[in-house]
């Protein structure tokens, strides 16, 4: 067989499948990939004409400089971590919630209809509206959670249709009946003080970082420690050993689904009433999608959700300030999103395999 | 008859293949003579598949060297033991189940093109077929063909692809005994006609009654080369687990009240495929009763309903002390004390991604035994899981956070066994609890089955394995197209069950 000699001489890269790995070694991973999608972003940055130093300015040094700036990214996070623990208490159980953003909007329409139409004493406003934003998360994900218990509907369509029925739903409302009457704008008319979340002292910075804080510690205690937190883990594992222990499976995807709809109604909640003073046609843009792929990068982990989200505010508040300082488009911000997710997504074929140069 | 031959075909000298701190080939050497079935064999874990995954290119072995027909050959990958005319079988099939036959054996070769020189694969194919006297649909999806059937694909696939050296690993384990006679018709045919075959096997009685020669494999190390019928049985025993072992049945002394009554079950399936007509059946405390039929009759169909995981369309389940518990949802069912060991234990009993501890605690978990919802005892849970790890001899466990896929049939088997016996079970049922263990391994499920029956339990145990069935059933029951044909008390005669299982 001459041949066989060939063989030994074949060059190349080869794969090889690795032992599973350690926790350590994939947290470092991780970090890796980051890190390599802001380099690539930055490169592109660099060569659509913002110098290097620009750049370690905008998103470094003016952010950790500027009290001001450093408040804007913390009021900016706050959505973002709720967004981020929304999809995660809906991943952990397998249910794919694209539909973040149509629960955001149906809790600010609750959280708004107690505001215009002044329901309930002052003092218990902002209380009344947090519960009613909450609930009107859940009351848009009630369907898709029916429609995938009772008729195995995939939830990732449904979810995402919702999205679009919200919308316009949306509007709706805001073309008719609740337009701003003193100025004849498409939005809700400008919420009270009482509506408003409370300033906590320090810059801009308002009530909203501490709802986040707090849902992040309960979010935290449900997945590390709780009873149902340990469910979620053997159905994430395995929905047929789940079956087979007598866990009920529908009942944890409808208590899931609850969950992560009454927090996207608090996300819409928290901007609404936190950031924007009233309710208007793009209060939620983007941070549904931005919720996903927060709780994806941070593995489902709401400490690591905490600060993926300060990443991404940070890159929102810099990428405003391109926006205005050098005329770049806010799309560059979505770009980097989405080179940082990718490149993370990609590392996981560096956790599973390993390359062999034989040269 | 062996040929004394010094140009074997292949020949391994002193391979080793360490895994981490496991050593799982130590220094073993193997030789394979031309046109000879040879086989492989040893308890779980003794070496067989990690020694043919060396020769197949899956493995890279620590040291050693691999020699065919007599030239040093260096094995870099699966690609390269293809192109050295080494064919395996797997014992999990790797076929797409929506291609057909053709199109799977397409897909392991290289062709040139697909579409030009598809009639031609085909005339090479049925060629081949008709060599060997093989009988197979080239054009329904694979997914659509029996056990038996797909099992020929994968033969067809190495020796399409040009295998002169053929290793089949456990080909039996999913064969009916008629069809297994089938294939060792086939091999021996090969054989004569020059291939060399390996079989990896752990059943004794094939191994002697169809190869030319037997390799043994004992923790890593190869223990002897012999020549069936130059040992007897319990010697060849002695060799495989390096003791003599052997089960003898214990009838059940005191049988006490009916525990579980099962009447008039009814489960009617789509598509013509099998469900259950009219079963009817009773366990007493302290009896097994044990299910013999061939695979496929109904057997998981009948577990799942009474584990409340299928829904039945008529019919009622009795359970003493609880009454009717035909409406009773799986958790309920287990709060009566219903335990299940399924047939699949990867993809139905654990978790593989969950560590040993989550999947030992998981039992009492959500019993509530470890903590209130509030919390989960973390300690508790590491205690009780290094306890049944000690009680139920548990191997492989480094740390207990270490994945549960990790561990091998016979120590994951044990993992869930401790658990579903953690609480107290009142009824266990049991399917296939030893299927692809070794013989130890199989012991210990049969003395647990047996301890649960004298602490009083009633077990239901399905199996396919009539040994099985005969060793431990105090009463058996024969499962024929989801029907309960016959019943017999132990002892019974094993040609009459035998008999009624394909009758």
Not at chain 2, 346 to 370: F, M
Request: with cysteine.
């Amino acid at each position: 067989m001459s041949s066989t000699s060939n063989i030994n001489k074949r060059k190349g890269v080869k794969l090889e499948v690795r032992d599973p790995m350690s926790f350590t070694n994939k947290f470092i991973v991780l970090i890796l990939s980051i890190f390599t999608g802001l380099f690539i972003s930055f490169v592109i940055l660099i060569l659509s004409g913002v110098s290097g130093s620009a750049l370690w300015k905008e998103f470094v040094v003016y952010i950790i400089t500027s009290e001001k700036n450093l408040s804007s990214v913390l009021i900016q996070a706050s959505p973002f971590v709720v967004a981020g623990l929304a999809a995660a208490v809906a991943f952990r159980a397998r249910f794919w919630n694209i539909g973040i953003e149509g629960q955001m909007i149906f809790g600010t329409i609750a959280a708004t209809y107690i505001a215009i139409n002044d329901v309930g004493p002052e003092p218990t406003r902002l209380l009344l509206m947090f519960i009613a934003a909450g609930f009107g998360g859940v009351f848009w994900i009630l369907l898709p959670a029916f429609l995938k218990i009772k008729l195995d509907v995939n939830e990732i369509i449904s979810t995402l249709l919702m999205n679009y029925i919200a919308f316009n739903f949306l509007l709706h409302l805001l073309y008719g009946s609740w337009r701003d009457p003193s100025t004849g704008f498409p939005n809700s008319e400008q919420y009270d003080v009482s509506e408003i979340l409370p300033l906590l002292g320090w810059q801009s910075l308002n009530f909203s970082s501490v709802i986040a804080v707090f849902l992040v510690i309960i979010i935290f205690w449900l997945f590390m420690s709780s009873r149902f937190g340990f469910v979620l883990n053997v159905l994430h594992a395995s929905s047929n050993m789940a079956r087979y222990m007598g866990i009920r499976v529908s009942l944890v995807i409808l208590i899931v689904t609850i969950v992560s709809g009454f927090l996207s109604g608090i996300c819409g909640f928290l901007v609404s009433s936190g950031i924007e003073s009233r309710m208007t046609q793009s209060f939620f843009i983007g941070f549904g999608f931005s919720g996903i792929l927060i709780s994806f990068l941070a593995r489902d982990n709401p400490i690591g959700i905490l600060v993926v989200s300060l990443l991404f505010a940070t890159l929102v508040i810099g990428g405003q300030s391109l926006q205005v300082f050098y005329q770049i488009p806010f799309a560059m911000v979505q770009l980097m999103q989405a080179i940082i997710v990718m490149c993370v997504a990609a590392s996981e074929f560096f956790i599973r395999y390993r390359l062999i140069f034989s040269l | 008859m062996v040929k004394i031959n010094q140009n074997y075909k292949i020949k391994m000298e002193k391979i080793t293949k360490s895994f981490g701190d496991f050593l799982a080939l130590d220094d073993v050497t193997f030789n394979l003579d031309h046109g000879e079935v040879h086989a492989l064999l040893g308890e779980n874990g003794a070496g067989k598949s990690s020694l043919m995954n060396v020769l197949s290119g899956i493995y890279a072995p620590d040291h050693g060297a691999i020699s065919i027909d007599g030239k040093v050959v260096k094995i870099n990958g699966p690609s390269d033991a293809r192109f050295l005319g080494i064919g395996m079988v797997h014992q999990h099939f790797r076929l797409v189940k929506s291609f057909n036959a053709l199109d799977n054996i397409a897909l392991t070769i290289n062709q040139t093109s697909y579409y030009s020189e598809k009639d031609n694969l085909r005339h090479k194919i049925l060629k081949k077929m008709d060599e060997i006297g093989f009988d197979l649909d080239l054009d329904s999806p694979v997914g659509l063909l029996s056990v038996a059937e797909q099992q020929r694909v994968e033969i067809l696939k190495v020796l399409i692809a040009g295998a002169s050296i053929i290793i089949l690993d456990e080909p039996t384990a999913v064969l009916t005994d008629e069809e297994s006679k089938g294939l060792f018709k086939i091999i021996r045919f090969l054989a004569s006609s020059g291939t060399s075959v390996v079989l990896v096997t752990h059943k004794l009685k094939e191994a002697k009654e169809f190869s030319d020669k037997i390799s043994v494999l004992r923790n890593g190390k190869l223990v002897d080369t012999i020549i069936p019928g130059k040992l007897d049985d319990e010697a060849l025993i002695k060799l495989i687990v390096g003791e003599v072992f052997a089960e003898k049945p214990q009838l059940s002394k005191n049988f006490g009240e009916e525990k579980i009554v099962i009447s008039d079950l009814n489960l009617h399936r789509s598509n013509h495929a099998i469900g259950l007509t009219d079963i009817n059946f009773k366990i007493r405390e302290g009896e097994i009763y044990g299910i013999a039929g061939v695979g496929g009759n109904g057997q998981a169909e009948l577990s799942t309903v009474l584990m409340g995981l299928t829904k039945l369309n008529s019919g009622s389940i009795k359970l003493a002390g609880y009454g009717d518990i035909t409406k009773f949802r799986t958790d309920q069912r287990r709060k009566c004390g219903l335990v299940f060991i399924p047939a699949d234990r990867q993809k139905y009993a654990l978790a593989g991604e969950l560590s040993v501890a989550d999947n030992y605690a998981v039992a009492a978990i959500l019993r509530g035994d470890l903590g209130s919802w509030m919390g989960v005892k973390k300690l508790g849970k590491q205690l009780s899981t290094v306890e049944a790890i000690e009680e139920f001899d548990i191997y492989g466990v480094q740390r207990l956070n270490q994945n549960a896929a990790l561990l091998s049939g016979g120590n994951a088997q044990k993992l869930v066994i401790a658990r579903e016996f953690s609480s107290k079970p009142s009824v266990v049922i049991a399917h296939s609890p030893s299927r692809g263990l070794d013989i130890k391994a199989a012991a210990f499920v049969h003395r647990q089955l047996l301890a649960a029956r004298d602490a009083g339990a009633a077990v239901l145990l399905l199996s396919e394995d009539l040994d099985e069935i005969m060793l431990l059933s105090d009463t058996i029951g024969v499962i024929n197209r989801g029907r309960i044909t016959a019943e017999f008390a132990s002892p019974a005669d094993r040609q009459i069950i035998g008999k009624a299982m394909v009758n």
